[in-house]
């Protein structure tokens, strides 16, 4: 067998390599000159950072590391991480042969630790994360990334009993979902206590908050979804409440959406918002949030209000587009093609949505690197060699369900029990830039649907096989399996499938799912799930000062071509319309008996009716959820409260705007009232005497700067002829970064306005000017280091502003530093990102249905 080895990890590859998935040894005192080691170069508990370098001298537990960019640091061996795995070849050797050790015999051990090994190889199949790290490196360790539990059970033991099982999962870098129908609405009567109800939601909050105790506690994140179905009373209040600041902060939201909810939308009927009735004696003993079932048994349901469905439809899709949640699965649709529909309903799914999961089911994930398999003499795909990889790589995770520990018996009698696996891919964008086919288009679609057809029909196949060899998974029955929506479609394309089930049974009853692979993704140096890339360009800081680089592939593509532009098949995520995504993803859905985490990105003009188009298009196309991201998405109950609005209508200040950017300014200008607001009401009667009060009116200009934190609005506004207060907008609203900012604006302002001591202009200036951070942007008197750095330059523009009426119209400055960021791949993205909670840069953006830092390889759902 072929067998290609990888170069040497470098860079953001080989740190992500090391701190993720390298096998490490506990005791950093067995440090020793010579190792590679991770060392803690930022020892801040919000914002940590690490650096690869070799250990180059060591003094008892004081150790010199000379880091990769040829700096020394001192550090003490409590900081390093040392990994007994260097290279990636020592990954896969461990990997092939954990994955083999289940085999039944002496002889298929080394058959399949050597067919394991050739299709890691040259990373060919990428493991999943859990897979990577954990495969005998601790017989603690889960191979799983992510599980449903059962949905809570409604009594307050139920939902402690949750809320321990959730913790458990969380503590061991799992994620989790959980559906909340089964809680009874707010203010429903509660006979125990003589009480009522706080509702789903607030239980929802519970969770949230529990997961953000894990997030803070431990070096891995608890990634969390929450789930409501459409028949709940609580429906609307779930929809709506991340538009009320801290009830649910650390979680991802999605509404179960029934067909004849949609149909109810489309013919614009009522819908009924029901619950069962809690005072049946069985109540206690049968109510599992499936309504269906507790409807089948004759039991007695409760109507609470009717509602007219558009209405409810309509509150989807507004909270969407100002803030890309809730997402929706269309959970009948999705059970009438299950495989599993027969034996086990899937009631939620994981927090990146794409592995839809009964109870107590967990995620089995790796990818098929796609970019991997370009045959350039013929310039196809490599068919035969993708086709055997499909096959192995099948195997591989089936072995995954021996091999992990369970540490929950339920889990273990469910996954058993269906041996449920979900085989992806990665590198599809650069597979197809290779073949000069650009996503989106129709011959796109055409050549998703043949590639990915392909491999599910070599995937059903080889696990047939494995039945043949192995057995079928427990609950397999063929002619009810056969009769699931997925295998219709299967079986009328690929006949030889259904004949090969028939004949021989299927190993498990589900093969594939689409996973983001952000985390590994990065490692490997491709393009992510079944995204195309975020961007082509970016610029990296050297000693040599910042260089424009590209991704390997445009890189390539420009070094053959130097004074071209790249050819329009390197499209990027935000480049392509947002129906162009949707229609990818639906040519993808068909050969996908799971789901997929798929971000539709959208530009920030993109209007409330088409998104509601859009996610009426997913429906229609087949898909079985749908996520958007707006650019710029921002929820506008952050801007204001009651009492701010009120004095905001007497207060009244000038904001000057480019027309164009009419976004920009309406947010400005609600900024400038609610700053307003706040300083004049909580610092009048502190300072009192020395305090300047605000007039009902000041004149100013908007400066307009690239920042490393996106497009900034600068907004300086003059008392008596001298600055006295500044607005930053940057960012979106609820970001760490805008937060950042606008604490920076209302330091600024109260220093401008308390008393008349020295010159406060220039000293603030001073003070600000050269501040830097995790980038910068431009050259020379151009370069902005920071937002901070962005105010003192507007400052000193500001110093020959008059506040007359007529230069006041024509005031807006537009500085515009055509460099982009460092990190900050695409200027039309900038404002899309936030600061990442693993490196402090500002790089997390939306992409894949999570957040994802461009910089690190952080992402928030692994």
């Not at 640091?73 to 900081?79: C, G, L, P």
């Not at 710029?632 to 200040?653: H, M």
């Not at 506040?803 to 055509?818: F, G, K, L, N, W």
Request: net charge negative.
């Amino acid at each position: 067998m072929k067998t290609v080895q990888q170069t040497k990890l470098e860079g953001l590859s080989e740190k992500i390599f090391l701190d993720r998935y390298a096998m490490k040894d506990a005791d950093t005192r067995n440090t020793k000159v010579g190792d590679t080691v991770l060392v803690l170069t930022k020892d801040d508990p919000k914002f940590p950072a690490k650096e690869v370098g070799e250990v180059i001298e060591r003094q008892g537990n004081q150790v010199k590391v000379k880091l990769r960019s040829g700096d020394v640091v001192d550090s003490s061996v409590e900081k390093l991480t040392l990994t007994l795995e260097k290279t990636p070849q020592q990954m896969w050797d461990r990997l092939a042969a954990a994955m083999a050790s289940v085999e039944a015999t002496p002889e298929k051990r080394k058959e399949w630790t050597d067919k394991f090994r050739y299709v890691l190889d040259d990373w060919k199949l990428v493991p999943g994360g859990r897979i990577a790290a954990g495969a005998d490196a601790s017989d603690e360790l889960t191979l799983f990334n992510c599980y449903v539990i059962p949905s809570p059970h409604d009594s307050r033991g139920g939902i402690m009993a949750t809320l321990s099982e959730m913790t458990e999962i969380m503590a061991r870098g799992g994620g989790v979902g959980i559906n909340l129908s089964s809680l009874r609405p707010r203010r429903s009567v509660v006979k125990g206590v003589n009480g009522s109800s706080s509702g789903a939601v607030s239980w929802g909050g519970l969770f949230s908050y529990t997961t953000g105790l894990i997030e803070q506690g431990g070096s891995r994140r608890g990634a969390l979804m929450l789930m409501i179905n459409d028949w709940h009373p609580d429906v609307v209040d779930f929809i709506t409440v991340k538009q009320t600041m801290g009830q649910i902060t650390n979680a991802n939201l999605s509404v179960c959406v029934s067909n004849g909810f949609m149909k109810a939308v489309k013919e614009d009927l009522d819908w009924e918002l029901v619950y069962p009735d809690t005072t049946d004696p069985e109540y206690d003993d049968l109510w599992d949030g499936d309504l269906d079932k507790w409807r089948k048994t004759g039991k007695k349901i409760n109507h609470y209000r009717t509602v007219k469905a558009r209405d409810v439809w309509h509150t989807i899709i507004e909270s969407a587009w100002k803030s890309a949640e809730p997402g929706v699965v269309f959970m009948e649709y999705y059970n009438q093609m299950s495989n599993s529909w027969y034996f086990n309903p899937i009631i939620c799914t994981n927090p990146c949505g794409e592995q839809g999961l009964p109870a107590w089911g967990v995620c089995n994930l790796s990818a098929i690197n796609l970019s991997k398999f370009y045959d350039e003499h013929n310039h196809d795909v490599a068919w035969d060699e993708l086709a055997q990889v499909v096959r192995y790589s099948t195997r591989f995770l089936d072995n995954v369900i021996d091999k992990t520990p369970y540490h929950f018996e339920q889990n273990r009698v469910n996954q058993q029990g269906e041996r449920r696996v979900g085989l992806g891919s990665m590198g599809l964008a650069e597979l197809m830039i290779k073949l000069g086919i650009r996503y989106g288009s129709p011959e796109s679609l055409e050549f998703l649907d043949k590639l990915y057809g392909f491999m599910a029909k070599e995937a059903y196949l080889a696990s047939a096989d494995i039945a043949e060899e192995k057995g079928s998974f427990k609950q397999f029955q063929a002619e009810p399996f056969l009769q699931s929506g997925f295998m219709k479609h299967m079986t009328s394309v690929f006949p030889e499938v259904g004949t090969a089930i028939q004949k021989k049974g299927m190993r498990n009853v589900t093969v594939i799912t689409q996973a983001p692979t952000g985390s590994t993704g990065t490692m490997v140096g491709t393009s992510t799930g079944i995204e195309p890339y975020f961007a082509f360009e970016y610029y990296r800081q050297s000693r040599l000062g910042f260089d424009k680089q590209y991704v390997p592939i445009a890189q390539e593509w420009k070094d053959r071509h130097p004074n071209e532009e790249l050819p329009d098949y390197f499209v990027t995520a935000m480049d392509l319309s947002a129906e162009d995504h949707i229609r990818a993803q639906a040519a993808i859905q068909k050969w996908v008996d799971s789901s997929i985490s798929k971000t539709a990105n959208c530009p920030s003009d993109f209007t409330v009716e088409e998104t509601k188009q859009l996610y009426e298009l997913a429906f229609d196309l087949g898909c079985k959820g749908v996520t958007i991201y707006r650019d710029g998405s921002r929820d506008v109950q952050v801007l204001s409260t009651d009492k701010k609005e009120e004095k905001a209508a007497e207060a009244k200040p000038v904001v000057a705007a480019e027309p164009s950017a009419a976004g920009e300014e309406k947010s400005l200008t609600n900024l400038s009232q609610s700053l307003t607001v706040n300083i004049d009401a909580k610092t009048e009667q502190v300072f009192d005497k020395e305090y300047k009060r605000r007039p009902q009116a000041l004149r100013g200009a908007t400066y307009k700067f690239n920042t490393p934190f996106g497009m900034a609005y600068i907004t300086i506004n003059d008392m008596n002829g001298s600055p006295s207060e500044i607005f930053l907008n940057v960012g979106k609203a609820g970001s760490d970064v805008f937060a950042m900012s606008e604490a920076l604006g209302r330091v600024c302002s109260l220093f401008l306005r308390y008393g008349d001591h020295g010159n406060k202009v220039q000293l603030l200036i001073k003070h600000l000017k050269g501040i830097g951070g995790s980038g910068a942007i431009g050259f020379g008197a151009n370069r902005v280091e920071s937002i901070a750095d962005a105010v003192a330059k507007a400052l000193e523009m500001h110093g020959d502003f008059s506040d007359s009426a007529d230069d006041y119209i024509t005031a807006t400055q537009e500085v515009v530093m055509e460099t982009p960021a460092q990190y900050a791949v695409t200027r039309s993205a900038a404002t899309s990102l936030d600061l990442c909670p693993s490196c402090g840069s500002a790089s997390l953006i939306n992409s894949e249905g999570c957040k994802n830092c461009s910089n690190c390889g952080y992402s928030r759902c692994s």
